[in-house]
């Protein structure tokens, strides 16, 4: 085919420009398949790069290395850690109310008073030490002239019906009409005058003081009763908490030796500490949620306030009932919890003394915590587990050899408890810090090299 041609052209530059147009369209072509290649293995690069990660967070599912660290073994035992396992329970909101350990009126203190009037010849127990029933606390030497008249009178007595009782078995073993009946009549008569006298004058000693025991001693041994021992008494079994054996406190030593005393003064005061009372105090407004709680039965729970470290806590108390009388000038009134005590300390000393020591002593302060309402199936956690750090709340939960920190949502709080919505975030069976979340969070916090706020967490 003939081409026409320009003037001033020639077949040589048509080629030429051909060429060039052929080697551009195979270079585009080379350009188009190498660019295609490489899309396709960074593609696939990128498709096994993926596959890893998704590996990976398989493996550690909800780990973020943001928000999560590992800890050592002994790293936990470092920061005191313990773990809690969540489940859903009963949430009891509480009133906490001032209180002190004070003694049973008319139970705690034991008055031991002298029987008769004496001196004091010895003094047995110590100030502060303890004391079985019937063991002797005080030694009186008898000098109440109308004592020492009636243990006479009661000798003489006796001495005269044996003289008596001889005598009508004498008569009575002569033979029949020797000695006349009117005799022996007159024997029988003065016998039983005798019999009544004595009576009288045993009766006479009892009101004194004088034990059964002690008189039969003086009429068998016919010597008049010198000194009299004061003993302990026998235990009061009014309690569940008193119901065993226990010890008595000597709480005060009224006398000296050598000291006069009367009938019926104090020698001295012992303390039955086996069961004490919690007087709390409220105001008005509480009375009517105190009343609800004891009508309940809601279990109370008590904290003595002093002490380092964890506080103890007495469970389980009851309330007994409400004082009826109002504070004209705190507005207060009193309610009232009876605390079963035990023996911490049982030694006997170089003196021969022994010592107990009792857990709860009276003029203890406490803080007991009331409850006024129950919320069912709610996960209820320790303060511990929750560290605050502006508007969010985190815990801190367990994830194999990994603690990952969890947003939570908080419902409630307390002093010692904190409600947690059950909205996923954490759920029934997982397991968290309760104690050491703190740290745990401060651990991240530096490894991530953020600030770190002192007052993060903190609850004072």
């Known amino acids: 085919m003939n081409v026409p041609q320009k003037a001033g052209s020639n077949g040589f530059g048509t080629t030429f420009v051909v060429a060039v147009i052929v080697a551009a369209v195979a270079a585009g072509s080379v350009y188009v398949v190498m660019r295609s290649t490489q899309s396709a293995a960074a593609s696939g690069d990128a498709h096994d790069e993926h596959a890893h990660e998704d590996e ?31 489940e859903l329970g009963t949430y009891t909101r509480r009133i906490n109310l001032p209180a002190m350990v004070v003694e ?8 031991i008073s002298s029987p008769l009037t004496g001196v004091v010849s010895k003094i047995y127990p110590m100030p502060g030490a303890a004391v079985a029933a019937g063991s002797p606390l005080f030694e009186i030497r008898l000098t109440f002239e109308e004592l020492v008249t009636a243990q006479s009178d009661l000798i003489r007595t006796q001495e005269n019906l044996d003289v008596v009782n001889a005598e009508i078995a004498r008569l009575k073993s002569l033979t029949a009409g020797v000695v006349p009946g009117k005799r022996v009549l007159e024997q029988e008569y003065e016998k039983q005058k005798l019999e009544a006298s004595l009576k009288a004058e045993r009766q006479a000693l009892l009101l004194h003081g004088l034990t059964q025991a002690q008189i039969d001693a003086i009429t068998e041994e016919r010597q008049l009763f010198q000194t009299l021992t004061v003993v302990a008494p026998d235990y009061e079994r009014d309690g569940a908490a008193c119901s065993m054996d226990h010890f008595f406190h000597v709480q005060e030593i009224s006398v000296n030796v050598g000291q006069q005393v ?7 005061i012992l303390a039955d500490h086996c069961e004490l009372y919690i ?40 309330l007994l009932y409400l004082s009826d009388v109002v504070d004209w000038q705190s507005r207060a009134f009193r309610f009232y919890m009876a605390l079963p005590n035990d023996v911490v300390s049982d030694k006997v000393a170089a003196n021969d003394q022994r010592y107990v020591e009792w857990r709860f002593k009276p003029g203890q302060r406490m803080e007991v915590r009331v409850p006024v309402e129950q919320w069912e199936n709610r996960l209820v956690l320790p303060v511990s587990a929750i560290v605050d750090e502006g508007a969010e709340s985190y815990v801190y939960q367990q994830n194999g050899d990994h603690f990952d920190r969890v947003p939570v949502h908080v419902e409630f709080r307390d002093q010692e408890s904190v409600v947690v919505a059950n909205d996923g975030s954490v759920y029934p069976g997982d397991v968290i810090a309760a104690r050491g979340a703190y740290q745990i969070h401060l651990a991240i916090k530096n490894k991530s090299g953020g600030a770190v706020d002192p007052h993060a967490g903190h609850n004072h």
């Open 279 to 318: 007087e709390g105090s409220a105001f008005e407004d509480d009375a009517s949620r105190l009343r609800e709680a004891s009508a309940k039965g809601w279990p109370v729970t008590a904290q003595l306030t002093s002490g380092k470290g964890e506080r103890e806590t007495i469970e389980g108390l009851q």
């Open 104 to 111: 049973r009126p008319g139970r705690t203190q034991i008055y």
């Open 262 to 268: 009367n009938a019926g003064e104090r020698l001295g």
């Open 56 to 86: 990976h967070a398989h493996d550690h599912a909800g780990h973020s290395e943001e928000a999560s660290i590992k800890l050592s073994a002994n790293g936990l035992k470092n920061i005191g850690y313990r773990p809690l396992t969540l």
